[in-house]
């Protein structure tokens, strides 16, 4: 299983990213995804999840209204657009799988998001 993480920067208060979530190794499918974050000197956070299906989502009080997740079942591929950042969103973003139990049972490397 490989979870492969990209698009994080730095962008000004206000601005976006996208960020990308390559996923191998594994029948995409049939998994449940999500975004978690990490600040600095804090515990990990859950931003986001989206089902198997694609078309229903889950958000964090903290980005709702601002971050939506998708995914490409066609590119094995999870995305989180991030609109109107700002600097408390500052975090390594981490791409997640759900196991059986909505455990995560395998992380990426993380992305580094900085709003500043």
């Known amino acids: 299983v490989q979870l492969v993480e990209s698009g994080g920067g730095l962008v000004q208060p206000g601005g976006s990213l996208r960020l990308f979530c390559a996923a191998s190794?594994?029948?995409?499918?049939?998994?449940?995804m999500s975004w978690i974050r990490q600040a600095p000197g804090k515990g990990p956070e859950w931003v986001s999840t989206i089902l198997k299906t694609g078309t229903t989502t889950r958000y964090s009080d903290s980005v709702k209204g601002r971050f939506i997740i998708s995914r490409d079942d066609a590119k094995n591929t999870v995305y989180l657009q991030m609109d109107s950042l700002k600097p408390e969103d500052t975090a390594v973003y981490y791409c997640?799988?759900?196991?059986?139990?909505?455990?995560?049972?395998?992380w990426g490397q993380g992305t580094q998001v900085t709003v500043s």
């Open positions: 190794g594994f029948t995409f499918t049939t998994y449940v």
């Open positions: 997640v799988r759900l196991g059986g139990n909505w455990d995560a049972d395998y």
